[in-house]
């Protein structure tokens, strides 16, 4: 099922951690479109490193003929954007591989921070660990 909708999957942290970051102990709203309030209202702006791609199931590494968006024209659009915060390392390495040395990617601090999948990996088992990796984001 396609949700259209950036971590549409309840399974992933993505919201938990947003809120848990800015929410103050709140719950992530039930309602998409007020969780992307949320979000925005705390200047947090979220867009695929990915425009179009094919894939099977839900795994990055079954990606394939991945196509950019324009990461370099919103952030023209979007001059006071400081941080890039890369949701894993898939989205990391597209950004890097397709923009990494233009000007408009350079201006900023581009971070790897551990995907919001539920999947556990080598060095992150569940929500906590990946919370306190990208509560690092808050000193930047």
Avoid at 41 to 62: F, M, P, Q, V, Y
Avoid at 105 to 116: A, D, E, G, L, N
Avoid at 123 to 135: H, I, S
Wanted: hydrophobic share 35%; aromatic share 10%; glycine share 8%.
């Amino acid at each position: 099922m396609q949700a259209h909708q950036y971590y549409g999957n309840a399974r992933n942290y993505l919201w938990s951690i947003i809120y848990a970051l800015f929410g103050e102990g709140r719950e992530p709203e039930s309602e998409y479109e007020n969780r992307l309030a949320f979000a925005l209202s705390h200047g947090i702006a979220l867009w695929d490193a990915i425009a179009t791609c094919e894939r099977k199931g839900s795994l990055d590494s079954d990606i394939k003929q991945a196509v950019p968006n324009d990461i370099p024209g919103l952030l023209q659009r979007y001059p006071g954007v400081a941080i890039i915060a890369c949701n894993g390392t898939k989205s990391y390495k597209e950004l890097n591989k397709h923009y990494g040395s233009h000007p408009e990617i350079m201006k900023r601090k581009v971070v790897c921070m551990p995907s919001t999948s539920p999947i556990p990996t080598k060095n992150y088992r569940g929500l906590e660990d990946r919370l306190a990796t990208w509560k690092l984001l808050l000193e930047m």
